[in-house]
């Protein structure tokens, strides 16, 4: 299981389809929830890996409680400091 945040792109459907071919089961995860709500999902589901955009970077470096989150992989090119960030809080970071 495996959540994607990121806005409609490509990249999104290419990752869904993946998943069911492989029999994962994706979590999709919107802009409009909000860091709580975005927060929320993560403690309910145990997500361990998350596929966002640049955005989506964003509003996870300011997220308090990234619970599960193991693995962020990255559909854009990020910033160095954003990549240790995440080292810092003990997440991996692949683009």
């Known amino acids: 299981m495996f959540g994607i945040y990121s806005k409609n792109r490509a990249e999104w459907t290419i ?3 993946a998943a069911c071919l492989f029999g994962f089961t994706t979590i999709p995860l919107y802009d409009t929830l909000g860091n709580e ?5 993560f403690k309910h589901t145990n997500i ?3 596929f966002v955009n640049k955005g989506s970077v964003n509003a996870l470096l300011i997220c308090d409680d990234l619970v599960s ?3 962020i992989i990255s ?10 960030a ?4 003990g997440i991996s970071f692949a683009i």
């Open 37 to 41: 709500n975005i927060t929320y999902v």
């Open 69 to 71: 989150i193991r693995r």
């Open 48 to 50: 361990t890996t998350v």
């Open 75 to 84: 559909f854009d090119k990020i910033k160095p400091f954003e990549v240790e």
């Open 15 to 17: 990752t869904d389809i």
């Open 86 to 89: 995440f080292k810092e809080k």
